[in-house]
């Protein structure tokens, strides 16, 4: 089920060699310890006491060979130590482990170093990122890992830099602005370093962007190249490799303007997040996100499959030359990015081993593609769907159904999976035991209509579609019926024989990430906060520990001394936390959000975790009602268009960001307009809207929020 073993123990052999060279030779030859580094990275599934990148190999299987803790000796786990982070804002990041030093990140871009074995802090890092740049990141100030090279660490930043940092000390060495500041990108994901290049891509489809990925040199942060995956104004090339494949495949798949939405170019296909790498065919492959605007009749008037968009390229990574692209939504405009988590892997299919990439995309199929070629092998869904009827193996394209271009009919369209995906950017994992892949999945339908009267706006999400989507029925019996229409399981699925094997459900519906283990494990979180070890080969919950606060994040497992280790990163937040509101309360109800990092050991003696502050019940005093009822429905569009995103559709608070009801500022015109109009809070992340609002229009949306308040004070809600 791996890379092929006999090439991994030549490349290892080479790395010892290489290794024991470096030290003959002693530290004088930086090429030679680059070179030394690279061997070991390519025969990383040898060190199984590490985790040396994001996905633990290039294959990104996220499997640990470890075997001390397993189903016979798991009453035994017990935490070994726990780190309280300083910002309770989304946590997501995949920590890497090198030999008993483990770098994770967390919210704002900051990263931490720690003791692997007892916690302590050796060092952190901030980036110190300004609050400006909340406003241009989508779904949180989020960030998915570091990278580990040759003694440095590297991390993305918010704002777009990419920083190398020196692994002992936590020093910056270099820093590279990777983005034009004037844009609206941002960097959440982790980077990749391949053959001492560190790659890095971008987000921010939802606000107008133009997609690329970039490579610098690991050693100096120099540029080596850069591949923008949508074509940009015709006739005017970027001078980048991505030239000549953006002409010969994707210009005529455009219609319109596309490049004038944004100020560096709209069309969006960003790489924010998953990339894997294959040594031996020397490929680099990526994923791309949604396109931008969402409705393609606003993005690409007169249709087309709007290449590169919801892709995979594969791409070489010295030069950034493509090599070849397999297009799963044509033309999306559902969100059904195909940025989720890939898997490198050798399957034995119909008698013949098959060196495929594995991917379960948003769009709800699970893929099984020749990563040789970009041919498609396989598609089955993974999950209920209704926006196609299969797809076509010969052509490799999906066979859509009119009903779901939406675009073309006009009509408002209930599609499954909705905007969030079958699978979204919480990574899955393959057991090299069970020959299985554990897939974190949603069943969750969303709601998809053209706004006819839709405008850019300088500041928040720009989508081309109406948001009236983000809202709970108002009736609170009705609303509690479509609560319970959400539903998430963790899914064992079978590559070869394309079928699910077992499925867990999965309380809070909005799954953490994955890990699989050689003890026959399978660890994840969900929103409610709880850690569980399930059984690989059935689904059964094992094991649980309260982790108190939601678990989006991967964990993992190392070594040291010989003793295993999982840990994981805890704190709930993202794109669904920040808009689902209510629906993210979970069995627990609101409650506060508190970011750890926790890690467990067999018969770990660490205190238990200190019970979390009460939320003080309090009845309420909304202030007195403002503005009619035609000013009162003018600013729940605006509040919906621009500040549902990261306030909740119901204007009620996940427990990530403020809960506006509660906010002293809404009782009065002049404080709400020094912060909404004003930026007052710009450096919490808050900041002006006055480039999309005026005064007047400020004030409709205060008197929504005063609305919404008193409705629910009325309600007897607490």
């Excluded at 123990?9 to 080479?14: K, Q, R």
């Excluded at 001492?196 to 040199?217: C, F, M, P, Q, T």
């Excluded at 850019?456 to 229409?485: C, H, S, Y």
Aim: proline share 5%; net charge neutral; hydrophobic share 40%.
């Amino acid at each position: 089920m791996r890379l092929a073993t006999a090439a991994l123990l030549a490349v290892a052999a080479f790395g010892l060699n290489a290794c024991s060279r470096s030290d003959e030779a002693g530290k004088g030859s930086a090429t030679r310890a680059v070179d030394s580094f690279a061997a070991r990275m390519a025969q990383a599934d040898a060190e199984s006491q590490n985790w040396l990148t994001h996905g633990r190999t290039y294959a990104e299987e996220r499997f640990s060979p470890l075997t001390e803790i397993n189903a016979d000796t798991l009453a035994r786990l017990q935490l070994a130590w726990s780190y309280d982070l300083d910002t309770d804002r989304g946590q997501e990041a995949t920590p890497l482990v090198v030999d008993g030093v483990m770098f994770t990140t967390s919210a704002w871009s900051k990263v931490q170093a720690f003791d692997a074995v007892t916690g302590k802090l050796l060092w952190q890092f901030d980036p110190k990122v300004p609050g400006t740049a909340a406003a241009k990141a989508c779904c949180d100030v989020v960030n998915r890992g570091a990278a580990y090279w040759d003694g440095k660490v590297y991390v993305g930043t918010i704002d777009g830099r990419l920083i190398a940092l020196d692994a002992k000390s936590g020093a910056q060495v270099w820093s590279t602005l990777t983005v034009d500041p004037a844009n609206k990108n941002t960097i959440t994901g982790a980077p990749r370093i391949v053959k001492g290049k560190v790659v890095i891509g971008n987000g921010g489809g939802e606000l107008g962007v133009r997609g690329y990925v970039s490579a610098y040199d690991a050693a100096t942060g120099e540029k080596v190249w850069r591949f923008y995956t949508v074509p940009g104004e015709p006739g005017r090339p970027d001078g980048e490799i991505s030239d000549e494949p953006l002409q010969r495949f994707a210009a005529g798949s455009w219609k319109g303007e596309w490049w004038k939405q944004s100020v560096g170019g709209g069309g969006g296909g960003t790489v924010w997040d998953s990339m894997a790498y294959d040594p031996e065919l020397d490929l680099l492959y990526i994923g791309t996100g949604n396109g931008s605007l969402q409705s393609r009749a606003a993005r690409s008037p007169g249709g087309g499959d709007n290449l590169f968009i919801a892709s995979i390229l594969a791409l070489r990574p010295d030069t950034g030359e493509y090599v070849w692209h397999y297009q799963q939504t044509p033309g999306d405009q559902w969100d059904y990015t195909s940025t989720q988590h890939m898997i490198l892997t050798t399957l034995k299919l119909e008698g013949v081993a098959r060196k495929v990439l594995l991917q379960a995309p948003k769009n709800g199929y699970f893929y099984v593609i020749d990563r040789a070629t970009g041919k498609l092998i396989s598609a089955q869904p993974y999950i209920p769907l209704n926006w196609s009827e299969g797809i076509d193996l010969a052509t490799g394209r999906p066979n859509i159904k009119q009903a779901a271009r939406y675009d073309e009919t006009g009509e408002q369209w209930i599609g499954m999976p909705s905007q969030v995906g079958g699978h979204n950017w919480q990574p899955m994992s393959l057991s090299a035991t069970t020959g299985l892949v554990y897939i974190p999945i949603q069943e969750v339908p969303g709601i998809f209509k053209v706004d006819s009267a839709f405008k850019m706006r300088p500041q928040g999400m720009n989508l081309g579609l109406e948001l009236q989507t983000l809202e709970l029925p108002d009736d609170p019996k009705v609303r509690a019926e479509a609560l319970k229409i959400p539903k998430g399981f963790l899914i064992a699925w079978d590559p070869v024989a394309q079928r699910e094997v077992w499925r867990a459900p999965n309380p809070g519906w909005v799954n953490g990430g994955v890990l699989s283990t050689a003890g026959n494990l399978v660890f994840q979180g969900d929103a409610d906060g709880m850690f569980n070890a399930h059984d690989a080969r059935n689904g059964k919950v094992l094991w649980s520990f309260d982790g108190q606060s939601g678990i989006l994040a991967a964990p993992i497992s190392y070594a040291v001394n010989g003793k295993q280790y999982v840990s994981v990163v805890v704190g709930f937040g993202g794109a669904v936390a920040l808009v689902g509101g209510e629906a993210m309360w979970g069995k627990q109800g609101p409650r506060r959000n508190k970011s750890r990092v926790l890690t467990f050991a067999l018969d770990g003696s660490a205190p238990a975790l200190p019970p979390l502050d009460t939320l003080a019940q309090i009845p309420w005093n909304p202030p007195a009602a403002v503005g009619d009822a035609k000013t009162i429905q003018q600013g729940r569009m605006f509040y919906l268009n621009t500040c549902a995103p990261c306030h909740g559709g119901n204007v009620k608070s996940a427990g990530v960001i403020r809960d506006l009801r509660h906010s002293g500022a809404i009782a009065s015109k002049e404080a709400f307009y020094a912060i909404v109009g004003e930026g007052a809070l710009t450096e919490r992340g808050m900041v002006s809207f006055k480039e999309n609002y005026d005064a007047q229009e400020i004030e409709a949306i205060r008197a929504f929020i005063v609305s919404v308040a008193r409705r629910d004070a009325a309600r007897g809600e607490r």
